[in-house]
């Protein structure tokens, strides 16, 4: 699991070999996969593509905390 801190948020990137399963587990979320953006919440999941560009912000007053799970591609 991680956690983004109110006000925060993890720089734009992409994973060449991996495809990524997220899950909110605490607080809300925007979530910018490929320029689109949508707010995310408590236990909404969502899918990020392999290689897709992505961030997640933090614009609320609480700490989201979210688990990844990464599935890796040969």
């Not at 399963?21 to 605490?26: F, Q, R, S, V």
């Not at 996969?33 to 999941?45: F, K, L, P, T």
């Not at 912000?57 to 990464?70: C, E, T």
């Amino acid at each position: 699991w991680a956690t983004i801190p109110p006000g925060k948020s993890f720089r734009l990137h992409r994973h060449e070999n991996m495809t990524e399963i997220c899950i909110i587990l605490e607080g809300s979320a925007e979530i910018s996969i490929e320029n689109e953006n949508r707010q995310v919440n408590q236990a909404d999941a969502f899918v990020i593509p392999n290689t897709a560009l992505h961030s997640m912000s933090n614009h609320g007053d609480m700490p989201v905390v979210y688990l990844v799970i990464g599935v890796v591609h040969e």
